[in-house]
Nanobody, 126 residues
Framework: QVQLVESGGGLVQAGDSLRVSCAAS????????MAWFRQAPGKEREFVAA????????YYLDSVKGRFIISRDNAKNTMYLQMSSLKPDDMGTYYC???????????????????WGQGTQVTVSS
């Protein structure tokens, strides 16, 4: 089992930056891909970014490319999402996800991840 705990959410103004973190515990050596998803009120959960075990491969939702950076410190069992130039459309609950399968493709679907955090709220005021 793997436990994931997000932190770092908050209320910011449009254009501001914010970093959210995800601390993993338990059987962390089993984790391959990790990702961030988000869900806005009344909308479905959507993929935001993913990072491979070795951190050499990352992938982003088109609308966050150039503004968000996903990173991972395996020694600390922690993943980060540095968000810049935040927009009201970025608002939502951000979820950390971890998968144990070594996919050759970049997993971007919720069922491809085995473990989920409780989420951290990001609010962007215009």
């Amino acid at each position: 089992q793997v436990q994931l705990v997000e932190s770092g959410g908050g209320l910011v103004q449009a254009g501001d930056s914010l970093r959210v973190s995800c601390a993993a515990s338990g059987r962390t050596l089993s984790i391959a891909w990790m990702a961030w998803f988000r869900q806005a009120p009344g909308k479905e959960r959507e993929f935001v970014a993913a990072i491979s075990r070795t951190t050499t491969t990352t992938y982003y939702l088109d609308s966050v490319k150039g503004r968000f950076i996903i990173s991972r410190d395996n020694a600390k069992n922690t993943m980060y999402l540095q968000m810049s130039s935040l927009k009201p459309d970025d608002m939502g609950t951000y979820y950390c996800a971890a998968g144990t399968h070594n996919y050759y493709h970049i997993p971007r679907l919720s069922p491809e991840y085995d473990y989920w955090g409780q989420g951290t709220q990001v609010t962007v005021s215009s």
